[in-house]
């Protein structure tokens, strides 16, 4: 079974960082696409940024370019996302992804874990 376990959320004032961890357990992934949506409350489940198996491809929606940075272990089979100059509109529930293996230059979401709580306070 397909384990994804975020951790690293909390709360944090503006201006400030944090690094979130996704640990895969079940399967590896080295090969997949793994990455990062969020959700916040009222509001649709956005992609945040995406990493390719080998780690040489990322993308970021533009809301997060220069600030926050995906990247990978995966001799730990785990993705993380550093989040710097958080600002209170990115409070949300952060949520790990990743994919079986596919051709594409995408994240799809084949599996999710179940979420980590980000609060930027001003």
């Known amino acids: 079974q397909v384990q994804l376990v975020e951790s690293g959320g909390g709360l944090v004032q503006a201006g400030g960082s944090l690094t979130l961890s996704c640990a895969a357990a079940g399967r590896t992934f080295n090969n997949s696409y793994m990455g990062w949506f969020r959700q916040a409350p009222g509001k649709e489940r956005d992609f945040i940024a995406h990493?390719?198996?080998?780690?040489?491809?990322?993308s970021y929606v533009d809301f997060v370019k220069g600030r926050f940075t995906i990247s990978r272990n995966n001799a730990k089979n785990t993705v993380y996302l550093e989040m710097n100059s958080l600002k209170p509109e990115d409070t949300a529930e952060y949520y790990c992804?990743?994919?079986?293996?596919?051709?594409?230059?995408?994240?799809?979401?084949?599996?999710w874990g179940q979420g980590t709580q980000v609060t930027v306070s001003s």
């Open positions: 992804a990743a994919d079986r293996p596919h051709g594409g230059d995408y994240l799809r979401g084949d599996y």
């Open positions: 990493i390719s198996g080998g780690g040489g491809s990322t």
